[in-house]
């Protein structure tokens, strides 16, 4: 009998731990693309692109004779070499080859280089050709940054006690309702893409309490605008035993410090290639929409055309005010109308035209909607009705409500949208690794 | 204007933490539902749901004559006590309660106990009353572990150099083929639900190297059986540079190991309640398909129907061959017939009908298929022209190897199907929070 030994397992190659580790002096072995070639004469530059970095190589000597003619860039190779000390190179380093291996060679060049800072073509033809455009420096830290923002959501719930959960992308009913849902046929039943996992958590506050999921949401929405996506990652948890919705607002607070704090310990290179600046976040000012609404009306000598609701424009000069009053690129607006909100956020008792719910902006755009939910049976089925709602078309929902729950709340993040803003991007669809919208659905 | 401070933010209230700190001897304040009451005359055992165990309280004196008449098991309690040793109760433990404050109430009891260790209903009734049957502790224990594993799975990877991706689950063209993908109408535009991340993890490791995933993938089988599910969590890994494929075995291996480590140190309690056998698995035997076929026909005096499958009852005897000969819960058998692999596949030089890959068998139940993709741009287009496909529909798959692919592979772990076998389960359903079935949409 044959074995598959644990030991064998092989991390992956890291330039930070081989420093550390062997101070450079030993020989290594690494393996990767080569990402850029710089003919110098009688050697070469090769820069070759590790999981997550560049190194720059010395391709030299004989390897140089026996190598070069045949080296394209996008090559993978594993080489051996001796690193040193090279100021003019990325991290200071340089590894000089002394045995190489080609494993594979492509077909065809690039359509465009990707060894550049910036990728030549316009956003519509870079996405044509995202598998190859991620390659780039740019492109990969930015999902680099991505995955630490996940990451260090997910860690930062599990040390307040937050429990992982996954609910059902394929829905019977909708959390939202509207005509923004996609559907399909499911063995002969009309089954929905998940709109949010809104349900979900909601019955597990029941369960554990305090739940978190990080999944896939679907919205079809037919505007085509540079803030939307029709499927996007959302960054979901819930609450129980809240005392009111401020304590979700603290969550999200220390949850975002947290992930900032992460970004900025553990990724400085990707910070700094993408010239990001991380913004504080030990505390974020609060304001109620009416008072918003108010305050930039009165600031730019604007007409409030809908009391409802945000216009983008109207968050936009929202958080400039606030930046320039208090310093912060983040501010909650509050107890927004119940007109706009769904059936399940729970009213304001001091005026039921209010919702306890609240948004969180992010350099002028929205990145969070949140609120306290009404954890009572009879009181959700009576708004449910209020809102020309059939109760009965949400009964798996209700039985949560029926067999009791309790005072809870909960948010959601579109990551994306965390994403472009924290990049200063102006366009969504470059936070997205594969962005679907109206026109898009491949790669 | 008003602040939300970041320190505003309040873990949950940890058992464990709380006994670390004060010993034991200070009130504690909590919050939980109550999970089941016991009268005992002049006072009441009340066992408190908390977000990760259960507590038992004990209601006296006043609080008692003052609670006890309105009190029901489902309501939502904070309550103030001191914690003493009691050895009768759960962790030696009990809260004497000095004061409470009932936060709600249910509507209605519940249609059946889920404080008794079973569940009393049948699995579909059960199904259906899943919001609130997952409060019962059996069930939170699962999605516990569950949880833990995903969580493991990905801490594990992160520090063997893989970084984390999110593909789309909206696709144009289905990984798989075949009649089995959910189809929907995409803004006039026939899109897929995704099978697998197949091709996003091929094409990411020209990006990252090594890549992992985990999220839902659709499967549009017409059978109901007990190890199917229409929607499940894959967990997937692709990784570059291997020199074959034993390298996706070891890692496996050695992501396993740490996942079962991890549960065995971080859900002792989980683990107990389910009287889960964690497996050991410092190391796989490893066994060729058709060794495996000839041996069960040996073993058994069984005849082989199909040279070119495994059938499920086979699956089972070479699971129990393999832990009689070796002790082993799990077995990887390598080396499938290339005609019952898909086109990514690629063939054993020494053999072409046979691919680099693998399965892994735990339990008697496939878990993981796995194994090294072809990366040569030629030689994947030869591939898909021989099995009947045309390359003109797979122009973003192929633009990875067209412009330079590592020789890499990887698989997808089915975790429902890998959680049913560690509890012990004839039945795939349990293992899923809210399982989709051809039957159930709902909820």
Chains 1, 2 share one sequence.
Do not use: W
């Amino acid at each position: 009998m044959e074995y598959i030994e644990r030991e064998k397992a092989r991390p992956a190659f890291c330039l930070k731990d081989y420093l550390i580790q062997s101070g450079g002096s030993d020989p290594v072995t690494l393996h990767g693309a080569i990402h850029r070639i710089r003919d110098m004469g009688h050697f070469s530059f090769l820069l070759v692109r590790l999981p997550d970095t560049i190194i720059q190589c010395v391709l030299e000597g004989q390897a140089y004779e026996k190598h070069r003619p045949h080296l394209h860039e996008e090559c993978c190779v594993r080489l051996t070499g001796v690193i040193s000390a090279e100021e003019r190179a990325p991290h200071g380093l340089e590894c000089h080859i002394q045995d190489m291996v080609v494993l594979s060679s492509p077909a065809a060049p690039l359509p465009f280089p990707v060894n550049r800072h910036k990728i030549g073509p316009a956003l519509e033809t870079e996405l044509g050709y995202r598998p190859i455009a991620l390659r780039n420096s740019d492109r990969r830290a930015r999902f680099r940054v991505q995955a630490g923002i996940v990451q260090q959501f997910r860690n930062f719930l599990q040390t307040q006690g937050f429990t992982e959960i996954r609910s059902p992308k394929l829905q019977s009913a909708s959390a939202e309702g509207g005509a923004n849902v996609f559907s399909l046929d499911y063995f002969g039943k009309k089954a929905y893409l998940a709109q949010s996992p809104q349900f979900y958590k909601q019955m597990m506050v029941g369960v554990y309490e305090r739940v978190f999921e990080v999944g896939s949401v679907f919205r079809a929405e037919r505007h085509q605008t540079a803030r939307h996506l029709n499927e996007y990652v959302s960054l979901d948890f819930e609450m129980g035993y809240i005392d009111d919705f401020t304590d979700l607002c603290a969550m999200e607070t220390a949850m975002l410090a947290s992930v900032f704090d992460y970004l900025r310990q553990s990724f400085a290179e990707e910070i700094q290639t993408l010239k990001v600046s991380l913004p504080s976040v030990d505390r974020i000012p609060s304001i109620r929409f009416v008072e918003a609404k108010e305050l930039v009306a009165r600031t730019y000598n604007r007409k409030i055309k809908d009391p409802h609701d945000l216009e983008p424009e109207e968050e936009r000069l929202i958080s400039d005010v606030i930046k320039r009053q208090t310093g912060s690129d983040f501010v909650f607006v509050t107890h927004y109308p119940a007109s706009k909100r769904p059936f399940y956020a729970m009213n304001d008792p001091e005026n039921p035209k209010l919702t306890l719910s609240f948004d969180l902006l992010f350099r002028g755009l929205e990145i969070t909607t949140g609120g306290q939910r009404i954890h009572d049976y009879d009181e959700q089925v009576a708004k449910m009705v209020d809102k020309g709602l059939a109760p009965e078309d949400f009964k798996s929902y209700l039985m949560a409500h029926r067999h009791g729950m309790p005072p809870h709340g909960g948010l959601g993040i579109g990551l994306e949208r965390l994403c472009m803003k924290l990049f200063g991007d102006s366009q969504i669809r470059l936070s997205s690794m594969f962005p679907r919208d109206m026109g898009r659905l491949d790669p």
